[in-house]
T-cell receptor, first 114, second 113 residues
Framework: EPEVTQTPSHQVTQMGQEVILRCVPISNHLYFYWYRQILGQKVEFLVSFYNNEISEKSEIFDDQFSVERPDGSNFTLKIRSTKLEDSAMYFC????????????FGPGTRLTVL | QKEVEQDPGPLSVPEGAIVSLNCTYSNSAFQYFMWYRQYSRKGPELLMYTYSSGNKEDGRFTAQVDKSSKYISLFIRDSQPSDSATYLCASYAGGTSYGKLTFGQGTILTVHP
């Protein structure tokens, strides 16, 4: 299975602080996705990113959230002013090839907002 | 109505049993169906992927999709303790929802020796 890496594995932050979560997907890929999973709940879609633009986003993905591909390889999810309810696992995902029939998930970043 | 529904279990079976995991969905536009396995605080690991209706087999795993009844199944033969995990079904429509996976709640499976 192709590797998708995410950093950090665990991030603890104070409410109101900004956090940046990083993903390094399969190189030269055009499609990226972010999902989150609150403890004990289902995995939820946040945003899809194609060719350096957002292609779709969910209601969860409000103005507090942004995504970027700052250097052509890393892919970041930024939360501007974290809330307690942002505490969750955040996963990035990419398809294995240029097609998008399936998605492989990274190991996730556990975000804890205090 | 939730788009993808899955009985959270927990489901406990003895080693060697055949396990049946199921999901139902409501969105008729869904065409792609996946099963993921997830260990505690880890990322979902892709197990099986099917397009439209039909069966797909991979080793001890068989995935079935019945679009007429909007029913998705995963069968695990000769279950092992290492199969103990949470199993997630997921679907997406394609087209304008290209790649946006909708997940079920997940079923917690324990296979005891």
């Amino acid at each position: 299975e192709p590797e998708v890496t995410q950093t950090p594995s665990h991030q603890v932050t104070q409410m109101g602080q900004e956090v940046i979560l990083r993903c390094v997907p399969i190189s030269n890929h055009l499609y990226f996705y972010w999902y989150r999973q609150i403890l004990g709940q289902k995995v939820e879609f946040l945003v899809s990113f194609y060719n350096n633009e957002i292609s779709e986003k969910s209601e969860i993905f409000d103005d507090q959230f942004s995504v970027e591909r700052p250097d052509g390889s890393n892919f970041t999810l930024k939360i501007r002013s974290t809330k307690l309810e942002d505490s969750a696992m955040y996963f990035c995902a990419t398809p294995p090839t240029r097609g998008t029939d399936t998605q492989y998930f990274g190991p996730g970043t556990r975000l804890t907002v205090l | 109505q939730k788009e993808v529904e899955q009985d959270p279990g927990p489901l406990s079976v003895p080693e060697g049993a055949i396990v049946s995991l199921n999901c139902t969905y409501s969105n008729s536009a869904f065409q792609y169906f996946m099963w993921y396995r997830q260990y505690s605080r880890k990322g979902p690991e892709l197990l099986m992927y099917t397009y439209s209706s039909g069966n797909k087999e991979d080793g001890r795993f068989t995935a079935q999709v019945d679009k007429s009844s909007k029913y998705i199944s995963l069968f695990i033969r000769d279950s092992q303790p290492s199969d103990s995990a949470t199993y997630l079904c997921a679907s997406y429509a394609g087209g304008t929802s290209y790649g946006k996976l909708t997940f079920g709640q997940g079923t917690i499976l324990t296979v005891h020796p």
